[in-house]
């Protein structure tokens, strides 16, 4: 694989809390376009994983490159080219789902224009003038997804995307997702069922105590 293919570069890779090993000496690249999963039981390391890529926490030893530059050195470049959705929503609970996709469409210079489109294939146009606080579990993570993209960034980061969600609402991210592919984008999962992220993923990889134990293709 060319470099300038390769979108995430892991090498050797630990990461440890306390007594706690979270990741052991994980080495991995990840190709430009790649729809990848990392799955694997509770404390596997799928979710310690993923947060390192975005550079949310840093390992204990390791590099880590994202489109070749070294992903903490190069810290604020590297994440305007992320968009990340985790279990903790990044919304404004007395802002209503407009107010807080402005505020954060304004960090990167983008305009209501840029995130409308999404808004309205997520389902969300109903909701726009809803206060974050009275949306259900299923809409408020829409509207992060919408929050996370306003940017068009080139590696798109989901943390158990699916957990708590309804049918209808797997189905919409499904479709969403599934509608970026051959854009140039690189989307990594990190879930427990691969129920889900099969329909949106080609490939996985499987993880058990911090080490990559296995390599699944879809």
Not at 17 to 43: C, M, R, T
Not at 140 to 150: C, E, G, H, S, T
Not at 191 to 202: F, G, T, Y
Request: proline share 2%; hydrophobic share 40%.
């Amino acid at each position: 694989m060319s470099n300038n293919s390769i979108a995430v570069k892991i090498t050797e890779v630990s990461k440890r809390y306390g007594y706690l090993q979270a990741l052991k000496s994980v080495s991995l690249e990840i190709g430009a376009s790649d729809f990848l999963v990392f799955s694997g039981p509770n404390g596997a390391g799928k979710t310690t994983l993923l947060k390192i890529i975005a550079t949310h926490i840093s390992p204990s030893s390791g590099t880590v490159k994202i489109f070749g530059a070294d992903a903490f050195r190069n810290g604020g470049e590297t994440r305007r080219r992320i968009g990340l959705v985790t279990h903790e929503s990044f919304l404004y609970d007395e802002l209503t789902v407009r107010e807080n996709l402005l505020f954060y469409a304004k960090q990167f210079g983008a305009g209501e224009e840029d995130f409308l489109a999404t808004v309205e294939f997520l389902g969300l146009k109903r909701w726009y003038n809803v206060y974050v606080k009275q949306l259900s579990h299923g809409l408020r993570k829409r509207a992060d997804i919408v929050r996370a993209l306003i940017h068009n960034p080139d590696l798109i980061l989901l943390d158990e995307p699916f957990s708590g969600l309804d049918t209808k609402t797997c189905d919409v991210l499904v479709d969403y997702f599934k509608s970026h592919e051959g854009k140039g984008k690189t989307l990594l999962i990190s879930s427990h069922s691969l129920e889900w992220s099969k329909k949106i993923c080609d490939k996985g990889i499987l993880l058990d105590k911090g080490k990559i134990v296995g390599e699944m293709t879809f």
